[in-house]
């Protein structure tokens, strides 16, 4: 089992930033990938950004692209989601999860490719 634990939400005003940490505990060497997804009030989930444990492979969801930045840090175990230039609309619970799976057609950006989710941590950005 793998434990996700994020941290660093709150409330911000438009234009500016966080950083979100998700710290991944237990059997964490079956893990491949680390990804972001938001989840916005009466919406579905969605993806936000993805990052390989190996070689930091990121890949990002057009809507954050030049906003966002994943990084992790390994001997910590820890991803990282710096979110910058925020916007009313990125107002959502974000939530960190685990890959077991080494390959992806979509760069990881599908739910039903993680297999481990953190509990979330809510962002609110007030115009």
């Known amino acids: 089992q793998v434990q996700l634990v994020e941290s660093g939400g709150g409330l911000v005003q438009a234009g500016g930033s966080l950083r979100l940490s998700c710290v991944a505990s237990?059997?964490?060497?079956?893990?491949?990938?680390m990804g972001w997804f938001l989840q916005a009030p009466g919406k579905e989930r969605e993806f936000v950004a993805s990052i390989t444990w190996s070689d930091g492979h990121a890949y990002y969801a057009d809507s954050v692209k030049g906003r966002f930045t994943i990084s992790r840090d390994n001997a910590e175990n820890t991803v990282y989601l710096q979110m910058n230039s925020l916007k009313p609309q990125d107002t959502a619970v974000y939530y960190c999860?685990?890959?077991?799976?080494?390959?992806?057609?979509?760069?990881?950006?599908?739910?039903?490719?993680?297999?481990?989710w953190g509990q979330g941590t809510p962002v609110t950005v007030s115009s």
């Open positions: 237990g059997r964490t060497l079956g893990t491949y990938v």
């Open positions: 999860a685990a890959s077991l799976h080494s390959t992806s057609a979509t760069g990881w950006a599908r739910e039903y490719e993680y297999n481990y």
